[in-house]
């Protein structure tokens, strides 16, 4: 197999356009790939936990040939400003200054990847009725009764103080420690080496990670998952990995069920829960076809309306 991938070229020939906004408090770093503004629908794209707006750097630009696309650091990550504590309520309402700094039309698009599909979810749950639908890439809900909290780690563990990440002397021997969570094949060591170095920062006395290791300290997650999915007011969709390792991406069968069999669930074959390191062409195909089905019930009328004008 080739360590460079065609599409990781393609990605990192199609660097996108950066920019900030101010949100509560803090400065909310994230870039736009594709048309000018209003010249196309508008896609917002949420990263995971420890993450950063680079997980999409190989997706955002091929969903840029038909929309426009911004992609951001959540605060506590990547290259957004880190805050003394974090919310749900607080990351949706970054989100959705990002879709309006970025100029993503009145009903743009969220997709959101594992801990970015809870975010995702407060998103819609908020700003519901201003988007057009809402992927859940990799994320499920669960039933009530099984729920786990995921966050609240300082109260959990009998913290008083954050944790601190570790500074390493050099930057192979940070590199070295880089792992995804959960941990999957990666076939490509080029890209695994990029993702790496993506991911830290030098500081004094060597390199760090760049997320906060606070960030899951007092945010709680909330019970209440469950019910904020089933009260949505717009679309929603689920993208899985056949392989996917991620204990939230397991109740696939529980939201189709409780959907009566409706609810879109699409899986990618023979990925894992970072599937958009191994087949981002077919995730990005995935999205575009919910994306694009959802533009065409928007549009039934007017396309009916011009077939009926054909001779």
């Known amino acids: 197999m080739s360590e460079v991938p065609h599409w990781f070229e393609f990605g990192l020939a199609h ?24 010249a196309a629908p508008g896609v917002v794209l949420i990263h995971g936990s420890n993450a950063h707006l680079s997980w999409w750097r190989f997706v955002a630009p091929y969903l840029a040939r038909k929309y426009r696309v911004a992609a951001l650091d959540l605060s506590g990550n990547g290259a957004s400003d880190h805050r003394e504590r974090y919310s749900g309520p607080q ?12 100029g993503l039309g009145p009903r743009p698009f969220v997709i959101g990847h594992s801990f970015g599909g ?26 009530p009764e099984s729920y786990v909290e995921w966050g609240l780690r300082a109260e959990r563990e009998g913290r008083t103080e954050p944790r601190k990440l570790r500074v390493y002397e050099d930057l192979d021997t940070a590199v070295g420690r880089f792992r995804l969570m959960p941990e999957q094949p990666m076939p490509h060591p080029a890209v695994h080496r990029w993702l790496a170095e993506q991911s830290l920062k ?30 949505l007011v717009c679309r929603s969709a689920v993208v899985l990995g056949e392989h996917s390792a991620d204990d939230g991406a397991r109740s696939g069968p529980y939201m189709r069920e409780i959907t009566r069999g409706l609810l879109p669930i699409l899986t990618i074959p023979d990925t894992h829960h970072h599937m958009m390191f191994e087949e981002p062409l077919a995730l990005t195909m995935a999205f575009e076809g919910l994306l694009d089905a959802w533009i065409a019930e928007d549009g039934r009328d007017a396309m009916r309306a011009a077939l009926a004008e054909l001779d």
């Open 202 to 231: 030098q500081v004094e006395g060597g390199w760090t990670w760049r997320f906060d290791p606070g960030l899951f300290d007092h945010l709680e997650m909330g019970i209440g998952q469950r019910d904020k999915f089933a009260n």
């Open 15 to 38: 660097p996108g356009m950066p920019g900030d906004v101010v949100v509560d408090g803090a400065r909310i770093h994230y870039e736009t790939w594709g048309p000018e503004p209003g």
């Open 91 to 102: 990351l949706a309402d970054e989100v959705w200054g990002v879709c309006e700094a970025a």
């Open 118 to 143: 809870f975010v995702a979810l407060e998103t819609a749950h908020r700003h519901g009725a201003q988007l057009a639908g809402v992927i859940f890439n990799d994320f499920t809900v669960r039933p």
